[in-house]
């Protein structure tokens, strides 16, 4: 079992800002995979998570009728860690409330990009909604934690098999002497 994240660790992890895996049922047709996208979110700790979308686009459509989603995000240096949650949407806000659309931005872009962003892309706000969801379901690994342990694991290893080939050797050498002897 890989080791999980403390809940505090687990919260701070989500709220850090990263690219989130946006996940949800796909009922289009008998052989289709769940639609599985990148996307920016907000979320801070205990709260909800917020993910903004076009209105029209096949995303909110699928959000709108499975009503609930799961959201993945990782640090993908290592040692390798990532939080998913999944849960229901609890609101959607139809148009998105510009001040969710300016903290996202300000949560992904550096403040001068943030500000031609939102400037360039001012249109999308009578077509954009936002979808809240509240995590119910957690699941987390910190390979950080693994690594230590598979670290600790080699190197005991590794001090049992050269305190073996000590042995070996002095049994070697020992048997070698005898046959010198003769």
């Not at 609890?90 to 001068?112: K, M, W």
Request: with cysteine; net charge negative.
């Amino acid at each position: 079992m890989l080791p999980a994240m403390p809940h505090d660790e687990r919260e701070r992890f989500l709220a850090a800002p990263r690219i989130g895996v946006l996940g949800v049922t796909d009922p289009r047709g008998g052989d289709r995979a769940p639609l599985v996208v990148p996307v920016w979110y907000g979320y801070e700790p205990g709260g909800e998570i917020v993910v903004q979308t076009g209105r029209e686009m096949i995303k909110a459509q699928l959000l709108r009728g499975a009503g609930r989603f799961s959201l993945c995000v990782q640090d993908d240096r290592r040692p390798y860690r990532y939080v998913s949650v999944e849960g229901p949407v609890t609101a959607i806000e139809d148009p998105v409330d510009p001040a969710v659309r300016e903290a996202l931005a300000q949560r992904y872009l550096d403040p001068e990009e943030a500000r031609d962003y939102l400037v360039a892309t001012a249109d999308q706000l009578k077509d954009d909604i936002a979808f809240r969801m509240r995590p119910q379901r957690w699941r987390t690994a910190d390979f950080a934690v693994f690594a230590a342990d598979f670290a600790d694991a080699a190197a005991s290893a590794e001090a049992d098999t050269g305190a073996n080939t000590r042995a070996d050797a002095g049994a070697e050498a020992t048997s070698n002497a005898g046959a010198d002897a003769g």
